[in-house]
């Protein structure tokens, strides 16, 4: 729930000030293929770190790769032995490649790749395969029984049958992730994260009689187990840990988290990798809790990073984690822009346009810094987050506050890679607006990611007794808003100018177009014609720009709308008339969905939701989806990593460790699934 996940990033140019320079010859584009992008991203200032440091971050990285696989098997439960069999297929083939069938099977190889399994990382719908099945079968028959990834016991007939519709058959296994509250969502799900026969009702009661009432500090139930039946049909958890489900990668990870503490920076850090580590070997929830604390508490060190099962987006209920990790390091210039914003977290908080009986009085510890990212894996990989805010327990981060972290290296990259694309000059109204995007969009957008991180999210309160999931379906989507509102409301305000952050009081006009822009119209691109909106972060954004276009008709400055949609050679265009007043709308809003969020008012959360976030307008979907096609920009992209490589000396010592970018996709996913699949040996 507390991540950002970018949305489409227009072609600007990167003029922050306080940036690292950037190598103007990286080169940033790596694969296209369907509607993917794949990019690689440049670790700037890697060379000011000291043996050491790059010694603790490249255990870390390799903690991170050994990872791989879990994740694979969380999303599907056939997903390793597709991996194993589609890969050695393209390993071997040797007729041509360039042939029709080959082209859609490597095209479908690479994807499968990208979603971690044979499901889409965004949609969770299956990929379609555009080859035959009589090549597939053609391709499996030329290899030897050896050398096929057969189940034990299994016969080479055996898995044709089970995994020919799990590839083929558009009705087996449809979707990964199914939130259509209609049906039992835990048995239409495709996920590996219950077992066979388990329904949505069995989990709900399992869990429910596993929690305390009146427990102040639960623990994160579910977050590191796979719910099964056993022999009398009764619900058991499998837990993730080293004797557990996964152990083979556990005891890869535990492995390099112990070389990383040997080489922490201080007894901080140690102490806490040494939790992380008790708590793979033991699978003990409280344990991670007690890492979850001195983690978020250690504002010290300069190497940080991310290992284990964190968020749920994965699961149909929110409970389980998805296996990731991210590997980083401060970036210390930029760091004191957020470091600003949080050391005057009371005042935002105390100034928010919100009914102040939903104010915090005090704002716990938000430590907020910006990172450069060394090494995604897991679920923040291909497709990763350019802002975490993590721990996600609720107890914890009222307590004991909460990390939050921009990664901008990542949105460098995004946005390097952008530069030129012909996205401003199709979406873009005039020239004014482009310029004043060319000029800011990419520092207000920094501090949009930064103000919804450390302070949207840490905001407000729940009133005496409100129970914290009142708001059910809708709590993520509404909680975006929320965090994105106080973000959009504050980007506009005086106050970044008296604290140095910006410079140009109308430099706000550039996210608050991109904003309106992308919530109206251009995220459309990421819907298939005739669907609905269902992923939280889109909902929010739709609901917030169609609230603000609604509810600003004709009371803009001269009975203008604030903003509107207009037609310019027959195109829509956003068209923002009253910056000012939009900025008064978007504090409004915020007031509103503090209130639902506060009081726990679940019909005036399900209303906004209903009303402005999930429909489309099928007219404009079309044009947009049109305007897309003809710019070729892929509507999803993602990254592969550096390779580092340690240099030894005649007596093993490590003297170095080398970065470098040698690789293109294939090449690194087949890389990892070679020296990085402990699930699969
Ligand atoms: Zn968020």
Known sequence: MKKIIPTLILGTMATLNSQAVVDKNFNYHVDRFADIEVLRYEVPEYDRLSLNQKKMLYFLSQAAQMGRDILWDQNGKYNLQIRQLLEKIYTDYNGDRNSADFKAFEKYLKQVWFGNGIHHH??????????????????????SDADLPLAPGQTREEMMQVLVPVIFDPSVMAKRVNQDGTQDVVATSASNLYGDGVTQAEVEDFYAKMKTPGDETPVSYGLNAKVVKDASGNLVEEKYHLTGLYGPAIAEIIYWLDMAKNVAENDAQKAYITKLIDYYITGDLRLFDEYSILWAEDTKSDIDFVNGFIESYGDPLGM????????????????????????????????????????????????????TAAMLAGDAFPSTAIGINLPNSNWIRAQHGSKSVTLENITEAYEMASHGNGFNEEFVIDEPTRKILDDYLYITDMLHTDLHECLGHASGRLLPGVDQDALKENGSALEEARADLFALYYVADPKLLELGILDNPNAYQAEYYKYMLNGLMTQLNRIEPGNDIEEAHMRNR??????????????????????????????????????????????????????????????????????????????????VLDRFSKLDIPPYRGFINPVYTPVMDGNGEITDITISYPENYSEQMLRLSRDYSPLTK
Do not use: C
Not at 122 to 142: H, I, M, R, W
Not at 325 to 331: D, E, G, I
Not at 567 to 586: A, C, H, Q, S, W
């Open 320 to 371: 389980t984690g998805s296996w990731e990790s991210y590997v980083n390091f401060k970036n210390t210039e930029s760091s004191s822009r957020t470091e600003t914003i949080s050391s005057n977290a009371q005042w935002f908080e105390d100034h928010s346009p919100v009914d102040p009986r939903f104010r915090k009085d005090k704002v716990k510890g938000v430590s907020a810094k910006v990172i």
């Open 122 to 143: 965004y949609s969770t719908d299956k990929f379609t395969p555009e080859f035959s099945q009589d090549f597939f079968a053609a391709e499996v028959g030329k290899i």
């Open 542 to 623: 739709q609901l917030v720009a169609k609230w603000v276009l609604e509810n600003g008709r004709k009371k803009g400055k001269g009975g203008k709308d604030v903003v509107e949609l207009v037609k310019k050679n027959g195109k829509t265009f956003v068209k923002i008339n009253d910056y000012p007043k939009m900025r008064e709308l978007f504090g409004n809003l915020l007031a509103e969905i503090q209130r639902i969020k506060s009081e726990g008012d679940y019909k005036g959360g399900n209303d906004l939701i209903q009303k402005y976030a999930v429909k489309v307008d099928p007219k404009l979907h079309k044009e």
